[in-house]
Nanobody, 123 residues
Framework: QVQLVESGGGLVQPGGSLRLSCAAS????????MGWYRQAPGKQRELVAT???????NYADSVKGRFTISRDNAKSTVYIQMNSLKPEDSAVYYC?????????????????WGQGTQVTVSS
């Protein structure tokens, strides 16, 4: 059973920094794309950043230049370093990963999501 576990959320003042981590565990053959999404109250979940297995990255315009996504394949972990945080960055942050694994005897690539971690930017 594959699962993603996030950590690193919390309360930070405007202009501050946080680093979120998301570790995958279980029966993993390989991990393709990994990413971070966020959802603020009353809003739809939105893309924050993604990273491919070849380390190509993509960012939402709202976080470019402030957030950096990275991954450690040996640890099956994706990170996001968030700098110059703004109140509008407050949300529940979710990681996801496209993981090659066996489900019900079928080898395939499946998308998994973490449970979410709260980030609050407030003075």
């Amino acid at each position: 059973q594959v699962q993603l576990v996030e950590s690193g959320g919390g309360l930070v003042q405007p202009g501050g920094s946080l680093r979120l981590s998301c570790a995958a565990s279980g029966s993993i053959f390989s991990i393709n794309d990994m990413g971070w999404y966020r959802q603020a109250p009353g809003k739809q979940r939105e893309l924050v950043a993604t990273i491919t297995s070849g380390d190509s990255t993509n960012y939402a315009d709202s976080v470019k230049g402030r957030f950096t996504i990275s991954r450690d394949n040996a640890k099956s972990t994706v990170y996001i370093q968030m700098n110059s945080l703004k109140p509008e960055d407050s949300a529940v942050y979710y990681c996801n990963a496209d993981i090659r694994t066996m489900v019900a005897g079928v080898l395939g690539t499946y998308r998994y999501w973490g449970q979410g971690t709260q980030v609050t930017v407030s003075s």
